[in-house]
Structures are given as C-alpha cells and as structure tokens.
C-alpha cells in the first residue's frame, strides 16, 4: 500500500485537529474519546497516535492552535493602534478571542490540569501575555511593574474571559465584561 503524501498527512493531522478540537471544547478532555475522535476523523485509532502520540499531546496541539489563533486576532486587532491605543486593543480582542469557539474550555477550564502547570504558563506567556506585556510597556507602565501588572492582568482577563463564557448568548453581559476590562485598563495605565 502507497505512502500517503506529506500534503495528504498534513490534511489528516488539520482535519484530526479539528475534530478534536470541537470534541474537547463539547465534553470537556476527560469526556471525550481518541476512538470517537478518530472514528469522525476517518481515521483509525492508530493514525491519531501516529500524528498526535497521545491524548495528551493531542490536547497540547490543540491548546497551542487556540493560543495561536488568539494572537494573531490580537496582532491583528492591534496593526492599526497607536502605543497608547494598542494595550486597550488588544486586550479587547483578547476577550472577544478567548471567548469564541473552544478556547475557553481549552485553554482556561481543561488547560492547567491537563497540561502540566509549567507547560499552560508558558503557552500562555509565549503569546497573549507577552503581547499584554508589550501593550503595558508601550502604554508607558515601568519597566519595574511590567512582569507583575502583566501576571494582574493576565488572571483578571482570564477570570473574566470565564465569566463571560458562562453567559454566551448574553449581549448584556459582554457589554458589561468589556466595560469592566475598560475600567481595569483605566487602572493599569500610567496618567
């Protein structure tokens, strides 16, 4: 039996991605099934191991797209801003990001107690905490507070990306969470 190509893999391993990824963000990682996400891959068992080698890194590279995405909404929700409008940008369009799709689940709920703790915060502190760091320093935060405004911040977003997860459809909610991250911000931001 032929090889697959290297494109053929690659679209085995995007598509297993995929699967995974709205499986674990619907029943949660210890709900969900390698078997019952290769069974609607199209795959066997087997192939998610040969591109995955566990469920465990499975989840990883599914935690690591949804961190990638949300940068790259944030790079791009901030390729226009000013310094001084680029921290407020960017953590708005880190909220909206967090909380659209499978993120929130990925990331905030299974996230830390499936990845080991040290592996979550540097996932998170090679992307949206680096950006919030660079949108504090360019808001003109000292260099002395950058690490802990960042680490302040960094959980209040998250404890508020979780909040508002909980009330979705809510537009009311999402206008109040914005309004709070506003306010959060006024306080961060050097006069």
Do not use: C
């Not at 909220?95 to 592996?119: F, Y």
């Not at 360019?138 to 960042?150: K, R, S």
Request: cysteine-free.
């Amino acid at each position: 039996m032929p090889r697959a190509s290297a494109a053929d893999a690659a679209a085995t391993a995007a598509r297993i991605l995929d699967i995974a990824t709205a499986r674990f963000a619907e029943h949660g990682y210890a709900a969900a099934s390698v078997d019952e996400i290769a069974q609607a891959s199209g795959v066997t068992r087997g192939a998610v191991y040969h591109h995955y080698s566990s469920k465990p890194g499975l989840f990883a590279a599914v935690a690591s797209a949804q961190q990638h995405r949300i940068a790259d909404d944030i790079i791009t929700a901030t390729a226009e801003s000013t310094p001084a409008s680029s921290l407020r940008d960017g953590s708005h369009a880190f909220l909206d990001a967090i909380t659209r799709g499978a993120a929130a689940r990925v990331l905030l709920v299974d996230g830390p107690s499936v990845l080991s703790w040290d592996d979550w915060r540097r996932l998170d502190a090679e992307g949206p905490v680096e950006q919030l760091r660079e949108g504090l320093r360019e808001a003109g935060v000292a260099a002395g507070l950058l690490d802990a405004l960042a680490a302040a911040l960094s959980g209040a977003m998250n404890e508020l990306a979780l909040w508002l997860s909980e009330r979705a459809a809510d537009t009311a909610a999402r206008r109040r969470a914005h309004e709070a991250l506003d306010r959060l911000l006024d306080a961060a931001i050097p006069r």
